[in-house]
């Protein structure tokens, strides 16, 4: 999906789909049961393409580092979600632990660019800003990775070159290569998640 990835709770093989908190739960009001629609109808006041309802989420809050920018949505029954990724081919697992990714090569595909693109992982432990809806949102603990990705691509699943997905795409800087993920092990820590 380019919304992100379809994943299941421990012991559960209900599927639930992974992306960025600020795609699925858009700040301030989002809140649990939310419709959920791909592709996103924004002229619409109901969700029209619906696929499923918001599940969990961190609650994005100004004036404070939010550790992670992700959510889980339950997806609808009949609604069929494939981890295969044009270009790069289906996740083989999800990294669980911490570890130093610098220097590692990684891929993803974002809903807008479109394509398949790789590139390294410069930093770790990186705390960024940015807007959203005129509001300004800081997110702690992302890794910074050089890669081209434009507005829209949040939600994209990080690889490495064994297919582990190490994260998920929370955005990048304007007009520069400086792009930046949610490791993969807090996500999988927060919501209790595997593929």
Do not use: W
Not at 54 to 80: E, Q
Not at 84 to 99: H, Q, V
Not at 128 to 135: A, D, E, L, N, P
Request: glycine residues 10%.
């Amino acid at each position: 999906s380019d919304l992100g990835l379809f994943v299941h709770r421990s012991g559960d093989s209900s599927p639930l789909l992974l992306s960025c908190a600020h795609v699925l739960a858009p700040p301030p009001f989002a809140k649990a049961a939310d419709p959920i629609e791909s592709p996103v109808d924004n002229d619409s006041t109901r969700a029209i393409n619906q696929i499923g309802e918001l599940d969990d989420f961190i609650h994005l809050s100004t004036g404070k580092v939010n550790d992670m920018d992700a959510a889980v949505a339950n997806v609808d029954v009949g609604v069929n979600g494939s981890n295969d990724i044009d270009g790069l081919g289906a996740p083989s697992s999800l990294m669980k632990a911490a570890e130093n990714l610098v220097g590692t090569t990684v891929s993803q595909r974002g809903a807008v660019t479109q394509k398949a693109v790789s590139g390294p992982v410069r930093e770790m432990g990186c705390c960024i800003s940015f807007s959203f809806r005129g509001q300004a949102y800081r997110i702690g603990k992302l890794v910074r990775y050089d890669i081209e990705s434009r507005p829209g691509d949040s939600g994209a699943v990080v690889l490495d070159q064994d297919m582990r997905a190490v994260g998920i795409h929370v955005g990048a800087e304007e007009g520069s290569t400086s792009a930046y993920f949610s490791p993969m092990n807090l996500v999988v820590d927060r919501f209790l998640i595997d593929l």
